[in-house]
C-alpha cells in the first residue's frame, strides 16, 4: 500500500507543479475573475429578469446584473480550468507514457490528474465566491462554491477528454471556447429571452448554473442540479484516461512487464529495488544502473547528499535528473572521506591513516572497475559510466589526508584557490556539461574560470559557515593573511572572542566571496538550463552573505538553517525555471561529449617565452563581420576537410606545393572566422593515413608545410587564445620525430587557452583511432579491469585520441568532393554534413560562417520526433 501511497504522491506532486507552471491560467484567474465581475456590475443595469428556477419549480425575478455575473463567473472560471487541464494533460502525454513504460502505475496518474483538477476546481469556485461577496452576499456561500466548482470540474474534465482525442492545443483551446459559449450564453436569461426551454437541461454546465442561481436568491439546496453537474464532471473527467487507454498507442502501459515489489513478475531482482521509489527507480534505469549492489551504494551515496546541507540539496534539485547519480556519487565519497578526517573522536595519526586506507582502496578500485565497499563501488562506477579522468584523484587524495592530519593552512589565498581547485576536480568535473546534465552542450572553455570562481565564492561561505566546526578542531580554513590583517586567531574564535575586528573581516570576505559570484555570473550563457541552475544558486548563495553580514558573532555559535520561506521560495522558482528552459531546450548528443581541462597551476612552458597579451583575431581584410546566431542554434564542434589544393595549385598554372602553401592561409583565416563567430572547437584534416600512398614529394611539402606553421604559430596561436590539440597514429614511427615533438610543444604551449580548441588531425585515420582504441580496451579486458561483457559506446570513446572533444555537429568538405575519407567516423554520426564547391585556398571565414548559418537552419532531430 505505501508503495502505492508513494507513487500517488510522486504523481500529485509533478501534477501540482505541472500547473503551477501555467502562469498564464494562474494570472487569468487572478485578475480576469475580479475584473469580469466588477464590469458585468457596474455595466449592466439591475433590471429583473425572469429566470426558471428548476429547483424551485417556479421562475423567480433576479437582476440583469446578477445574472450575469454568474454566467459570466460561471464561464470564466470554466474556461481557466479546461485550459488549464487540456494544457497539462496534452503537454504531459509523452512523460507519463514514459512513466508508464517505466513500470509506474497507470491508475496513480489518472487519480493525480483527477486530483489536482479537483483542487483546481474548489480554489477557482471559492475565489469567485468570495469576489462575488463584494458585491452581494449570496444566500448559500456554500452552494455557491458548489455550483462554481461543479462547473470547473466539468470543463476541466472536458479539457482532459480533448488532451485525449486532439492533437492540436490551437483546436483544443478553439473548441473548449466555443462549447462554454454557446453553453452558458444560452443559459443567460438576458443573452437568451428562451433560457428556460427544456432542451437546454441537456448543456454540460445547466447543473451548476441552475445552483448558481438558487444558491444567490433561496436558502433551499438544489441536490438534483448540483448532482446533475457532478454527473457531468464525473463522466468527462473518466472519459479522457479512457479513450487515452482504449486508443492504446499512447498510454499502452507494460505493467506486465512490472509489477509491485516482490510480485511474480519474473523480470529477477532487480524489480525489488526498481519499484522502491517511482522516480528513483526511473532516475536509476535511465542512468542504466539496474545491478542492486551498485543501487544500494548509489542510496548511500544519495541519503549522504540528502543529509548534508541546503545547498548541496539545492544543487542536487538544479541538476538534470539523468546526472543525479553521478553527483551523488560523487558528494559520497567526498561526504565519507571528509567524514573520516573531521572524524574528532581519533588521534590525528589514527584518522590520517583511515582517511589514507579508504583512498588508497578506492585508487585501488578504479584500476579493477569494481569495490566492494558500496559508496566506493558507485563511484568507481560512476566514472566509468560517465566517461570522467580520475587524474586529479591521487591529488585530492592527498590533500584529504592533509586535513585529517591537521596540517591544512594557507598561508595566503594562492594557497587557498590551490586546495580547493585539487579538492572541486578530483574527477574532471571541470566538465560542467557531465555535471550539469546538459548533453550534448559544451560550454566554452572560457567558462572553466567562472566555474573556478564560483567553486571558490562556494568554499568560502562554506568555510564562514564551518568556522565554529573548524575552530573546534582547531584548523580554520581561511588564509593567514586575512586572519592576521584582521587580528584573528583560532584560539579567540574557539574561545567565541574573536576580537574587535572579527566583524569588518566577515564583511570582507563576504565582499570577496560576492566579487567571485559575479564573475561567476556568465556560466552557461550558452545554455539555458545550466544558466538557469546557476543564476539560481548563486541566488541561494547571495542570501545566504545577506545572513552571514546580518550577524557575523552567530557564526561562532554554529552553523544555522537558511531562511525558510525565502530559501526555499527562490529555489522552487528556480526549480520550475530550470524545468522550464529544460522543455525549451531538449538535450542532443550524450554526456560524454564534454571538454574543459581541469584548471592546472601556471608553469613555466605554458606560454611562449613572453608573456604578451592576448590580441583579438585579426578582422577580414574585407571588413565582413559574422552573423548573430543564438547560443543554442551554434554547433560546438565544426570539423573541415580541407580539399583542393592541388586542383587549385594546378587551375594556377603552379606546382602542387603552392597549394599546399596557399591552403595554409586559409585554415588561418578560418581559424580567425571561428574565434570571431564563438565556436568553440574546430577539427582540421590536415593529412590522412591514405595520404602516405602520394608522391614522396607531395607528403613531405605538406608535412614541411604543417612544420614550419606549427613553428611559425605556436605565438600566434598562443596570442590569439587557440589552444591545440593533435589527433592521428603516434605509435607508427611514419611521422617525422622533429614534427612530432614540434606538435607536442606546441600543445603544451597553448593548454592553457580557451578561446578555441583547434584539433588538427595528422597522420589521421577513422578506422586507426577506432582499432586504437579497440586495443586499448583489450589491454584493460586482459588485465582483468574491465569486463568484456560491459563495454558500452562510452567506453570506446575514452580511448579516442581526443575523449573529452564534442562529438562533430557540422562536418563540412571543400572542392565539391562528397566524402568523407576515413576523417572522424565515430565522432561524426549524427553530424550535419555540407559540401562545398570551392577549393580550400579559395575559402575564407565567411564560407564558415555561411555554413554555421546553413548548420543553424537545419532541423535536427537526432532520432527522436519532432
Ligand atoms: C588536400 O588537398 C590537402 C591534403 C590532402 C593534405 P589535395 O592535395 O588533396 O588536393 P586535391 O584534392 O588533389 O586537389
Ligand atoms: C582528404 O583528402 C584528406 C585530407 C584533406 C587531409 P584526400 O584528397 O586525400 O581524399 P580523397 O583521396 O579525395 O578521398
Ligand atoms: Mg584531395
Known amino acids: 500500500m505505501s508503495w502505492w501511497w508513494r507513487c500517488l ?70 474556461l481557466i480550468v479546461g485550459f488549464m487541464m487540456f494544457l497539462a494533460t496534452s503537454r504531459s502525454t509523452e512523460f507519463d507514457r514514459r512513466l508508464v513504460t517505466a513500470g509506474f502505475p497507470k491508475v496513480c496518474l489518472l487519480l493525480a490528474k483527477n486530483t489536482v483538477l479537483l483542487l483546481s476546481a474548489v480554489l477557482t469556485g471559492s475565489y469567485a465566491t468570495v469576489w462575488l461577496c463584494f458585491f452581494w452576499r449570496p444566500e448559500r456561500l ?103 487507454t482504449l486508443r492504446g498507442g499512447r498510454w499502452r502501459g507494460t505493467l506486465t512487464l512490472l ?79 571528509d567524514d573520516l578526517s573531521d572524524d574528532t573522536g581519533d588521534g590525528d595519526q589514527d584518522r590520517a591513516a583511515r582517511v589514507s586506507a579508504f583512498s588508497l582502496a578506492l585508487e585501488a578500485d578504479l584500476r579493477q572497475g569494481r569495490s566492494s565497499d558500496p559508496v566506493r563501488g558507485a563511484l568507481v562506477h560512476a566514472v566509468w559510466t560517465w566517461n570522467l579522468s580520475s587524474e586529479g584523484l591521487a591529488s585530492a587524495n592527498a590533500v584529504f589526508r592533509m586535513d585529517a592530519a591537521r596540517q591544512t593552512e594557507f598561508a595566503n589565498w594562492d594557497e587557498w584557490h590551490t586546495y580547493w581547485d585539487t579538492l572541486a576536480f578530483p574527477f574532471d568535473v571541470s566538465r560542467p556539461t557531465a555535471l550539469l546534465g546538459a548533453p550534448g552542450l559544451f560550454l566554452a572553455p572560457r567558462d572553466a574560470e ?236 590536415a593529412f590522412s593515413t591514405e595520404n602516405w600512398a602520394r608522391p614522396a614529394a607531395d607528403i613531405e611539402t605538406v608535412l614541411s608545410v604543417v612544420s614550419s606553421g606549427l613553428d611559425m604559430n605556436t605565438e600566434e596561436l598562443w596570442r590569439r587564445d587557440v589552444q591545440l590539440r593533435w589527433s592521428g597514429s603516434t605509435d607508427d614511427g611514419r611521422l617525422p620525430a622533429e614534427l612530432v615533438d614540434r606538435i607536442h610543444r606546441t600543445t603544451r604551449a597553448t593548454r592553457e587557452r580557451t578561446g578555441l580548441i583547434l584539433n588538427v588531425c595528422l597522420n589521421y585515420g577513422g578506422r586507426h583511432e577506432l582499432a586504437h582504441a579497440a586495443r586499448a580496451l583489450a589491454r584493460q579486458a586482459a588485465h582483468g579491469g574491465l569486463d568484456p561483457d560491459r563495454i558500452t559506446p562510452r567506453h570506446l570513446a575514452r580511448h579516442l585520441y581526443q575523449p573529452d572533444l564534442p562529438d562533430v555537429d557540422l562536418l563540412i568538405r571543400t572542392s565539391g568532393e562528397q566524402r568523407t575519407s576515413n576523417f572522424l567516423p565515430w565522432q561524426s554520426t549524427c553530424a550535419e554534413y555540407l559540401f562545398l564547391d570551392p577549393l580550400w585556398p579559395d575559402i575564407d571565414r565567411t564560407h564558415l560562417w555561411a555554413a554555421i548559418s546553413t548548420y543553424a537552419t537545419r532541423d535536427r532531430r537526432l532520432g527522436t520526433t519532432k
Open 259 to 337: 509489477k509491485r515489489p516482490g510480485g511474480a513478475t519474473g523480470t529477477g531482482r532487480n524489480a525489488a529495488w526498481r519499484l522502491r521509489h517511482p522516480v528513483l527507480s526511473l532516475i536509476y534505469r535511465r542512468a542504466g544502473i539496474t545491478d542492486p549492489a551498485l543501487v544500494t551504494g548509489y542510496e548511500a551515496c544519495r541519503r549522504l547528499v540528502r543529509s548534508s546541507g541546503p545547498m548541496e540539496i539545492a544543487f542536487t534539485q538544479l541538476i538534470s535528473a539523468r546526472v543525479r547519480p553521478l553527483f551523488w556519487a560523487m558528494y559520497g565519497y567526498v561526504r565519507v572521506i
Open 9 to 78: 504522491r510522486t504523481a500529485v506532486r509533478h501534477a501540482v507543479l505541472e500547473q503551477a507552471r501555467n502562469r498564464l491560467a494562474l494570472a487569468l484567474v487572478v485578475f480576469f475573475v475580479p475584473l469580469w465581475l466588477w464590469l458585468a456590475y457596474r455595466v449592466l443595469p439591475d433590471t429583473p429578469v425572469r429566470f426558471f428556477l428548476r429547483a424551485a419549480g417556479h421562475p423567480v425575478s433576479t437582476g440583469a446584473n446578477t445574472v450575469t455575473q454568474l454566467s459570466g463567473a460561471l464561464h470564466s472560471i470554466a
Open 142 to 244: 456554500d452552494v455557491m462554491v458548489a455550483a462554481f466548482a461543479g462547473g470547473a470540474l466539468t470543463y476541466g474534465g472536458a479539457g482532459i477528454l480533448l488532451a485525449a482525442v486532439l492533437r492540436s492545443e490551437l483546436a483544443g483551446m478553439f473548441l473548449v471556447i466555443m462549447v462554454s459559449f454557446v453553453d452558458l450564453g444560452l443559459q443567460n436569461p438576458v443573452a437568451n429571452p428562451a433560457a428556460d426551454s427544456p432542451l437546454l437541461r441537456g448543456l454540460p454546465a445547466y447543473g451548476a448554473m441552475q445552483s448558481a442561481v438558487s444558491a444567490s436568491t433561496g436558502t433551499l439546496t438544489p441536490w438534483h442540479q448540483l448532482l446533475l453537474s457532478g454527473c457531468w464532471a464525473v463522466a468527462l473527467a473518466m472519459a479522457g484516461p479512457l479513450v487515452l
Open 450 to 685: 567562472a566555474l573556478r570562481r564560483w567553486n571558490h565564492a562556494f568554499n568560502l561561505i562554506d568555510c564562514l559557515g564551518d568556522l565554529h566546526q573548524d575552530a573546534e578542531n582547531g584548523c580554520i580554513k581561511l588564509p593567514a593573511t586575512v586572519l592576521g590583517q584582521y587580528g584573528v586567531t583560532a584560539e579567540d574564535l574557539r574561545l567565541k572572542q574573536p576580537g574587535a575586528q572579527f566583524a569588518t573581516m566577515v564583511h570582507a570576505l563576504a565582499g570577496q566571496a560576492r566579487e567571485w559570484l559575479g564573475q561567476a555570473a556568465s556560466i552557461g550563457a550558452q545554455h539555458p538550463p545550466v544558466a538557469v541552475a546557476f543564476r539560481t544558486l548563486v541566488e541561494l548563495q547571495h542570501l545566504e552573505l545577506r545572513r552571514i553580514e546580518r550577524n557575523p558573532q552567530a557564526l561562532l555559535d554554529g552553523r544555522r538553517p537558511p531562511h525558510p520561506v525565502r530559501f526555499q521560495y527562490t529555489l522552487l522558482r528556480g526549480r520550475l525555471r530550470v524545468a522550464r528552459a529544460w522543455q525549451r531546450h531538449r538535450p542532443t548528443g550524450s554526456v560524454t561529449t564534454a571538454v574543459l581541462p581541469a584548471p592546472r597551476p601556471a608553469a613555466a612552458d605554458h606560454g611562449p617565452r613572453t608573456s604578451q597579451a592576448l590580441l583579438p583575431p585579426a578582422p577580414h581584410p574585407g571588413g565582413a563581420v559574422p552573423p548573430a546566431l543564438s547560443g543554442r542554434r551554434m554547433p560546438q564542434h565544426v570539423a573541415i576537410i580541407m580539399d583542393g589544393n592541388g586542383r587549385w595549385a594546378e587551375a594556377q598554372g603552379q606546382v602542387r606545393s603552392a597549394g599546399h602553401h596557399a591552403g595554409q592561409h586559409a585554415l588561418r583565416d578560418v581559424i580567425y572566422g571561428a574565434l570571431e563567430i564563438g565556436l568553440p572547437c574546430l577539427s582540421v584534416y
